[in-house]
């Protein structure tokens, strides 16, 4: 389902009217396979009962006012939502996937200090795409926050050179593999090209890589060869309630890992 630009105010009323909710997509250490933390994921539950997933309607509302309002309303949920538990569970890691326009503005920091997420900004990691690159005041206040005890991330990373070259130009030190990547790891095709390069680069920097996407065993044991600490898919677990992600990460929790 694509949705049309009239379904701004669609999505405006629809926050206004609960119908927005949130899962946790967790994030998994390839070495021991145990739950480090989770992604946090928005959901749109139309008043039909139809479920739109994020990659339908978030692109709608980038460089909207709705951009910044969405965002907020994510801060505020996470925080009533697995706050508690992150205090509980200081090792555990929560990341949230941060539009490029809002950044610099103040009002990010504003509804993370309001909601009491900022008192957990060593265990927050900020996801950034490549595919809206901060401006000047975002970069500096991504560099701000990474400051601070944030760890910032660049998702969709498809290894290449821009979005590599983005990587100098601010702090991050965790990079995500685009699923699409992912992907082409088959059973007759277990070393692409691009692995081979992201193994020479985990030699040559810290970064810490997250793959995307995980669905076999295949790609599990490629990625481990190559170097790749951490990934999310449904070979692990699809996304969860935060009830469901607090159960899970107990269950699979062996030892404390080291999510950068």
Known sequence: ????????????????????????????????????????????????????????????????????????????????EVGGWLHANPEARLSINVPPEILGRGGLEYAAVKSGLSALRSQLILEVTERGIPDQLGLMALNSMHQSGISLALDDVT??????????????????????????????????????GLAGLLQTTDLTVVAEGIETNTQVQALSAA??????????????????????????????????
């Not at 290449?160 to 088959?186: M, V």
């Not at 600490?229 to 030892?255: D, N």
């Open 1 to 80: 389902m694509t949705l049309p630009s009239p379904e701004l105010n669609a999505i405006h009323e629809g926050l206004k009217a609960g119908d927005f909710f949130v899962e946790y997509l967790p994030i998994i250490s390839l070495g021991d396979q145990t739950c480090l933390g989770a992604e946090a994921l928005i959901r749109w539950r139309r008043p039909g009962g139809e479920v739109i997933q994020p990659g339908e309607f978030i692109p709608l509302l980038e460089n909207t006012p709705l951009s910044g309002l969405i965002t907020y309303w994510l801060v505020d949920t996470v925080t009533v």
């Open 159 to 196: 290894m290449s050179g821009t979005n590599l070259a983005l990587i100098s130009r601010c702090d991050f030190k965790i990079i995500k593999i685009d699923r699409l990547l992912t992907d082409q790891i088959q059973p007759d095709c277990p070393q692409p090209d691009w692995l081979r």
């Open 227 to 260: 170097g790749v600490q951490l990934a999310q898919g449904f070979y692990f677990s699809p996304p969860l309630a935060a009830a469901e992600l607090m159960s899970y990460y107990a269950r699979t929790r062996k030892t404390p890992a080291n999510l950068a």
